[in-house]
Nanobody, 114 residues
């Protein structure tokens, strides 16, 4: 069983930065594929970024060049560094881990507004 807890969301002005963290408990973290998804009001949940167990990364076109996903297996934590934030990045951000099955965190709100 894997439990995920996100943190780091909040209110930021356009052009600002935030770093999201997702701490995992349970075994198998280093073997897991990890991802950050987001869901804006009235829209479907979508992938923002993901990272494989080997460190390979993939990003949605809308966040390429602005967001960076990374992982620290020693700390059982995955991060999402978000720079040059735009109002359209406003959403609830969810951490996801896949190891035989898919696990989700509870989400953290990111609001980009002046």
């Amino acid at each position: 069983q894997v439990q995920l807890v996100e943190s780091g969301g909040g209110l930021v002005q356009p052009g600002g930065s935030l770093r999201l963290s997702c701490a995992a408990s349970g075994s198998g973290f280093s073997l897991s594929a990890l991802g950050w998804y987001r869901q804006a009001p009235g829209k479907q949940r979508e992938l923002a970024a993901r990272i494989t167990s080997g460190g390979g990364t993939d990003y949605a076109d809308s966040v390429k060049g602005r967001f960076t996903i990374s992982r620290d297996n020693a700390k059982n934590t995955v991060y999402l560094q978000m720079n040059s934030l735009k109002p359209e990045d406003t959403a609830v951000y969810y951490c996801n881990a896949v190891l035989l099955k898919s696990y989700w965190g509870q989400g953290t709100q990111v609001t980009v507004s002046s």
